[in-house]
C-alpha cells in the first residue's frame, strides 16, 4: 500500500553540465552518467504540458483529476511553503515500463558501513540508480559478494534538484492522491535546500516537508478527510522511524561490543573469522528483537499500513540504513514543528537558513536542533 519512499536524485543531469570535461565515456562513471543523460533526454523529449492533457478529451477523468491534483499541489508549494516550483511539474511524461529507475543501497552484513558512490554536483550519496534491470542486477551481485547485504527498490520519482524543469511522470501518477500530493512537495523541497554530501539529512528533511505539507495542502482546500489521512499516515511513519532508530542504535551497541582489530576485516572477509561470526550472531539477535518490538508494540498502533506489515517487513543492514535515510530526525522536525505554530512554512525558512551554515555545528541535524536554542 505505501510505497517505498527513495526520492532518487536526479543524477541524469550531471551528464548535461561542464562536469563532461572532467569525465569521458571511457570511464564506468562517464559511461554512467552518459546512460542517465541518454534516458533524461527521452523523458524531457516525451514531454506535454500538462494543461494540455488535461484539455485533451481522451484523457481518462481519472488521470485528468490527478493531473489537476499535482497542479494544485505544486501551486500550494510555492505560494503558501515557498518552494521555488519554477516550471517543475508542469508538464507530464508517459513512460513505456511502469518502472521509472531501480535505486540499489547496499550495507556490510557485519557492520553500519554502506556503500556509497560519488557523483559532481550532489558529492558522495548511499544510493545508485538504474534505468536498466540488467545492469541493476549485475551491481547487486557485485555488492552481496563483496559481502553486503542488498537493497534494490523501484522508484517511481526523482528530483534534478531545480536544474531541469522536470516533468511529473506516469509512474509517479500511479500513485494515490495521498502520496502524489507528498510526492510534489518531496521534491520541490529539494529545489529549496540541498546540503552537498548529506543525504540522510536532506530526504529526512524532504520527507517531513513533504508529509506535513501535504496534510497542510489537503486542510486549505477543505478536504479534511483526506488530510486526516495523510497525518494518520505521517503518524506511522514516524512511529516506524522510531523502530528503524532503536534498531540502528541496538546493532552499533553490539558491534561495538565485538570490534574488529583493524579496518582489515571490512576490505577482507577472510579476517578475523571468530570475531565476524560473533558480530552476525549478534546481529541475528538484534533483528529478532526488533521484529518483536515491530509486531508487539509498534504493529498495533499503525492506522494506515495494511495488516500484517510488521511481520513481513524486511529487517538487514541495507534494508535498515535506507529505511533511515528518509526517517532520521524526524521527532527533531516535528518538536521544531510544533513549537512554530503548527505550521510548515516557518520550519522551511528555519532549516534554509541554518543547515547549510557549518559556523553553527557538525551537522544539518546539529544545526537544526540549535534553532530557538540559547
Known amino acids: 500500500m505505501v510505497r517505498p519512499r527513495v526520492g532518487w536524485i536526479g543524477l541524469v543531469l550531471l551528464g548535461l553540465l561542464g562536469g563532461t570535461a572532467l569525465l569521458t565515456a571511457a570511464t564506468p562513471l562517464g559511461r554512467y552518467i552518459a546512460r542517465a543523460a541518454w534516458e533524461e533526454g527521452k523523458i524531457l523529449r516525451g514531454r506535454r504540458a500538462i494543461r494540455e492533457v488535461i484539455a485533451d478529451s481522451t484523457t481518462p477523468a481519472a488521470t485528468r483529476a490527478k493531473l489537476e491534483l499535482v497542479l494544485a499541489a505544486r501551486a500550494y508549494a510555492g505560494d503558501s511553503l515557498g518552494l521555488p516550483a519554477k ?42 540508480g538504474f534505468f536498466k534491470t540488467d545492469a541493476a542486477l549485475r551491481a547487486e551481485r557485485e555488492l552481496a559478494a563483496a559481502g553486503y547485504d542488498t537493497y534494490l527498490r523501484p522508484a517511481p520519482a526523482f528530483s534534478t534538484l531545480g536544474w531541469f524543469n522536470d516533468p511529473l511522470l506516469s509512474t509517479t501518477l500511479a500513485s494515490d492522491s495521498i502520496f502524489l500530493a507528498q510526492t510534489v512537495i518531496h521534491e520541490l523541497t529539494h529545489n529549496r535546500l540541498y546540503v552537498k554530501n548529506e543525504a540522510v539529512f536532506n530526504e529526512s528533511f524532504a520527507e517531513f516537508v513533504g508529509n506535513r505539507g501535504a496534510a497542510e495542502f489537503f486542510r486549505s482546500r477543505g478536504d479534511s478527510l483526506t488530510a486526516t489521512r495523510a497525518e494518520a499516515r505521517w503518524r506511522d511513519e514516524m512511529r516506524l522511524g522510531v523502530a528503524w532508530e532503536r534498531g540502528y542504535r541496538a546493532l552499533d551497541s553490539m558491534f561495538k561490543a565485538h570490534p574488529y582489530s583493524s579496518d582489515r576485516a571490512l576490505r577482507d572477509t577472510t579476517a578475523e573469522p571468530a570475531v565476524r561470526a560473533r558480530r552476525l550472531t549478534g546481529r541475528d539477535s538484534v ?77 544539518p541535524f546539529a544545526r537544526v536542533n540549535a534553532i530557538g536554542q540559547p
Open 287 to 363: 533483528y529478532a528483537w526488533l521484529r518483536r518490538l515491530l509486531v508487539d508494540s509498534i504493529g498495533p498502533q499503525l492506522e494506515t499500513f495494511p495488516a500484517g506489515y510488521a511481520t513481513r517487513v524486511r529487517l538487514d543492514n541495507a534494508a535498515l540504513l535506507a529505511r533511515r535515510i528518509y526517517a532520521t530526525g524526524l521527532g527533531d522536525f516535528e518538536a521544531l514543528w510544533a513549537r512554530s505554530g503548527m505550521r510548515v512554512r516557518p520550519v522551511i525558512d528555519s532549516v534554509g537558513r541554518v543547515a547549510a551554515d557549518g559556523s553553527r555545528g557538525a551537522t
Open 87 to 128: 516550471e517543475v511539474f508542469t508538464q507530464f511524461t508517459q513512460l513505456s515500463d511502469d518502472t521509472l529507475v531501480l535505486v540499489l543501497s547496499g550495507t556490510r552484513r557485519d557492520a553500519l558501513v554502506s556503500a556509497t558512490w560519488w557523483f559532481p554536483v550532489v558529492g558522495r550519496v548511499p544510493y545508485k
